[in-house]
């Protein structure tokens, strides 16, 4: 059974890439999906990289260090991957990239150890706290969130250090409930950003120059193409990342993938991508006769195509 989402917990699922030198921001710009070139010092973004057929690679929380310097936040499983990728489109830009994981630490921030300068926060909007930076996070059961990165050593935030150690079956639960999903390697090359909903919580901007991928992304908003979005569930078996999901009347064709998902104190809740046309359908897990599924609210409206 998960705990109360209250406390704090060392994320040690995610990894750092960090870019600097004097082009650092200019090559991010070219390689991401939102606008990094004007995101203010100390703040953060919610990005992805995507494939030239616009499938995300990688998804990031992107943190603004310095003028020179960006932190991207991202699963570690991907991230060796990721950081071979955009070292290859690098050439003659000056920019280092390199894996800086062990140089910070990453702890999600639950309830009353969420410190009061960030309580009051838009999401991916980021209090500075001596070393620390704080970004805000959705929301999750109607708890507080957010994440904070700092140089390895630092000292915390006393609401940090004086906070109880958070489960970390808690927080993996939260991450579903906030509807904001981490690109893992099962999901590599699955989706069109708007496939798991990343342009209705802030992960794309649609009023940048140019990037790997951005004219199927552009089409899929503009042209009324998308097919696909993501949605809450619960269910009462455990679903696997990368599964499939049907509805009751077609035992052929799945309609859906699950993204993400955890355990909570009476079942599971997944994040699924699937088509928009079955959200109101019968929904089962695996087959056309498995485990029923119910459909839940996601903590954020979204956003119509155009």
């Known amino acids: ?37 004007l995101l203010p010092v100390g703040q953060a973004r919610l990005a992805a990289f995507l494939s030239a057929k616009g499938r995300m690679q990688a998804s990031f929380i992107v943190i603004k260090r310095s003028a020179g310097e960006f932190w991207l936040i991202t699963s570690s499983d991907v991230l060796a991957a990721t950081l071979k990728r955009l070292s290859m489109f690098v050439l003659r830009a000056k920019v280092k990239m390199s894996d800086a994981t062990d140089a910070v630490q990453l702890i999600g921030l639950a309830g009353d150890a969420v410190p009061a300068e960030a309580r009051g926060l838009a999401p991916w909007q980021t209090a500075q706290l001596g070393d620390a930076s704080i970004v805000r996070l959705f929301a999750a059961s109607g708890e507080s969130r957010a994440l904070l990165a700092a140089p390895s050593g630092s000292p915390l935030p006393d609401a940090v250090a004086n906070s109880p150690r958070l489960d970390a079956a808690a927080w993996l639960l939260s991450l ?37 991928g951005q004219e199927v992304v552009a089409r899929s908003q503009f042209r009324g ?82």
């Open 1 to 37: 059974m998960t705990q109360a989402l209250q406390g704090h917990l060392a994320l040690q699922h995610l990894g750092v890439i960090r870019a600097e030198g004097e082009d650092a921001a200019i090559f991010l710009q070219g390689q991401l999906t939102n606008d990094v070139q």
């Open 176 to 212: 579903v409930q906030a509807g904001v999903p981490l690109i893992t390697q099962p999901m590599v090359d699955a989706f069109v950003p708007q496939m798991v909903n990343f342009e209705s919580v802030e992960g794309v901007s649609f009023k940048k120059g140019c990037y790997p």
């Open 225 to 306: 193409t998308l097919k696909r979005r993501m949605y809450r569930v619960a269910s009462p078996a455990q679903p696997a990342v990368g599964q499939e999901v049907f509805t009751a009347n077609d035992a052929e064709q799945p309609v859906g993938t699950v993204v993400q998902a955890a355990a909570t104190p009476s079942g599971f809740e997944a994040l699924v991508s699937m088509q928009i046309a079955a959200a109101a359908d019968a929904l089962h897990l695996g087959s056309s006769t498995g485990p029923a599924l119910q459909v839940l609210a996601l903590p954020y409206a979204l956003k119509d195509d155009i």
